[in-house]
């Protein structure tokens, strides 16, 4: 409507506004030029009837996107799709004995569960949407006891939409409630969380590196961290090998490497 009001206004008038306002804020420019590229060059027209057969191919090369890299593998999409955001963290319950309830954990959405990830159509609920923070990234449970749940918050990756986190915060009977542990507040980047058969807990952020509690998240302690190294503040992941031994992944955009621990951190 602007591009078609200003061709309609008489040249005098045009070229005096071309004076008066800068180009980089004409509108009206910016749709001329935009008409002017996608147009029929014979018809001179904008081909609408193209934008359907347009979106059809878009969809089709998304398709092909979606198959795995790995042969005979395919996926299909579960959800949550439209309310929870982005998916950061995933958890089968194991308390669960069908195998089949799963926790999603998702930036600015919170947690959700699906009873039934199996089903044609999974249904997933919101678990609380008003927790002091919603920005989920990280999930883990207790081997010892299952019903003791840790969940991590803050993306720390420098994405330019990234989401501030406030802690850890745990759960006792199996999901259902969460509370905020104190001693994590100061912990605003929590990349993963997880825990050992001994219940020691151990958490990759940014800024901290590697931090463990031996008491339940009461207390917390660095176990790899070196001030002189921005890098090695920044954990991007951590594992737990079955025989107990402790990998870390540091650095985030900052070159630095994978570190082992056999002795518990």
Not at 16 to 37: C, P, V
Not at 60 to 72: G, Y
Not at 92 to 100: H, L, R, V, W
Not at 196 to 225: C, E, F, H, P, Q
């Amino acid at each position: 409507m602007l591009f078609f009001s200003a061709c309609n206004q008489p040249k005098e008038q045009l070229e005096k506004h071309s004076k008066i306002y800068d180009k980089k804020t004409r509108a009206d420019l910016a749709l001329e030029h935009n008409y002017m590229m996608i147009r029929d060059p014979e018809t001179l027209e904008v081909p609408r009837q193209e934008l359907w057969l347009a979106t059809e191919e878009l969809k089709k090369s998304q398709r092909k996107k979606d198959k795995a890299a790995i042969s005979n593998i395919s996926w299909t999409e579960r959800g949550p799709n439209n309310v929870g955001g982005r998916t950061r963290a995933l958890m089968f319950d194991p308390n669960d004995i069908n195998g089949t309830r799963v926790f999603a954990g998702s930036v600015a959405g919170g947690l959700w569960v699906c009873d039934d990830i199996y089903t044609t159509i999974p249904t997933w609920t919101a678990v609380d949407d008003f927790l002091d923070n919603l920005a989920i990234t990280s999930i883990a449970y207790d081997p010892q006891y299952p019903d003791t749940m840790y969940m991590g918050t803050g993306e720390g990756f420098y994405n330019a939409d990234a989401v501030r986190g406030d802690g850890i915060f745990y759960s006792t009977d199996g999901g259902v409630n969460w509370t905020q542990l104190s001693s994590s507040t100061s912990y605003t980047h929590i990349q993963k969380i997880v825990v050992d058969s001994a219940g020691n807990i151990y958490a990759a952020t940014r800024g901290s590196g590697i931090i463990k509690s031996s008491n339940s998240g009461s207390t917390w302690s660095s176990v790899l961290n070196s001030s002189g190294s921005s890098s090695t503040n920044r954990a991007a992941d951590i594992e737990i090998a079955r025989n107990g031994d402790i990998y870390a992944a540091m650095g985030i955009f900052s070159t630095d490497g994978v570190y082992k621990s056999t002795d518990g951190g």
